[in-house]
């Protein structure tokens, strides 16, 4: 099932549309409950249906292709504005769609999802798929569970051997808290045997950070700062799922604030140039990011209820879990990234 070709009309009530063979349904679709099968199979009864497609991002607004207009309409007349029984009794608000226009992608276009870390194609970032197995998820779920939590405005966090400074972006390395729980011994013990990264297999990592995330819940764009951890952060996934989308912007920057390791969504759209890549991340994959994906690219994830990967509407579960490893550096970076480098930037202003 393609990308619809169609899309909401603007302005105008239903009946002052132009007929056409699309139909913009609202209040309908994986968001609030009705899949794409059983959209099909009540509109099917008014004609032949030739595919059903998420609208928009919401997961709550669909595009029904029919074969002729005829159809169309006799779905229109009958289901816009009253309660349908095939589809749980909701009320479909339903009009004519129109064709989208063929006008280039805008910054702040949705950007097409890979699936895995080669189709992504960052140097540096790896994906592994089913990292750990349901069982493991459960007890890393309840251990962490068991532990107390620290509020933030929108999400819940722990932090484990360095406790991580959101003000500053950065660790105390005097302000060790001891070692990492027992409870991630088998990730860790499973990074250093599986990922194959140069000196992965040498890297002691000290820090874990661990997040909770409400659905509909995301995180800011940023960099983690050079000057705070070594090169390869690990990010582990459990109970739900995410797109994260990466961005390295390459003109313009002079005006961003690079020290603190994030800056604003408003500043990003005034850069002049920027690459866009995103990657789903379904629960018990393994996330690294590397040389390249860890210092020079923006990594963030949207504020959404629902994911469009590919053809799929995917609804983020009630929560997400996050387990990421670092290693807290103590000393200057040195990477080959200055324009990112809040070690290095001081130097070359």
């Known amino acids: 099932m393609g990308s619809p070709k169609f899309m909401r009309p603007n302005g105008g009530s239903a009946a002052e549309c132009e007929p056409s063979s699309n139909l913009f349904v609202a209040n309908c679709g994986p968001a609030v409950g009705i899949s794409f099968e059983a959209i099909s199979s009540v509109f099917g009864s008014f004609g032949e249906v030739k595919g059903v497609h998420a609208a928009d991002e919401t997961g709550a607004r669909v595009i029904v292709s029919f074969s002729d207009e005829e159809s169309a309409a006799a779905a229109l007349n009958a289901l816009h504005g009253h309660p349908c029984a095939g589809l749980g009794g909701r009320f479909l608000h339903i009009r004519y769609s129109v064709p989208r226009p063929l006008t280039p992608v805008l910054e702040h276009d949705s950007v097409l999802v890979s699936l895995t870390a080669s189709e992504l194609n ?52 005097k302000r060790y808290l001891g070692e990492l729980p027992t409870f991630v011994s088998p990730v860790l013990e499973r990074i250093s045997a599986c990922c194959q990264l140069d000196g992965a297999a040498d890297i002691t990592l000290d820090q874990l950070t661990v997040n909770e995330y409400p659905s509909g819940v995301g995180l800011s764009p940023h960099i983690d700062t050079h000057s705070a951890f070594e090169d390869a952060i690990f990010s582990l996934s459990l109970a739900g799922p995410c797109i994260m989308e990466l961005r390295r912007y390459d003109e313009g920057m002079s005006g961003l604030e690079f020290d603190s390791g994030v800056i604003s969504m408003e500043k990003l759209k005034n850069c002049s140039k920027s690459l866009r890549r995103a990657i789903f991340l379904p629960p018990r994959s393994l996330l690294i990011l590397s040389g390249e994906a860890r210092y020079a690219w923006h990594h963030y994830i949207p504020h959404h209820k629902v994911d469009v990967v590919k053809d799929s509407v995917i609804r983020r579960s009630s929560r997400r879990v996050s387990l ?20 290095q930037r001081c130097k070359h202003v």
Do not use: M
Request: hydrophobic residues 30%; contains cysteine.
């Open 122 to 173: 960052i140097p540096g970032a790896y994906l592994y798929h089913d990292f750990i197995t349901s069982d493991e998820e459960e007890e890393l779920l309840a251990a962490v569970d068991a532990r107390p939590w620290i509020c933030l405005s929108k999400r819940r966090v722990q932090h484990y051997g360095y406790e991580f400074c959101y003000q500053t972006r950065n660790v105390d390395t």
């Open 324 to 343: 990421t490893f670092r290693k807290v550096r103590h000393g200057p970076c040195r990477c080959d990234y200055v324009q990112y480098c809040d070690s």
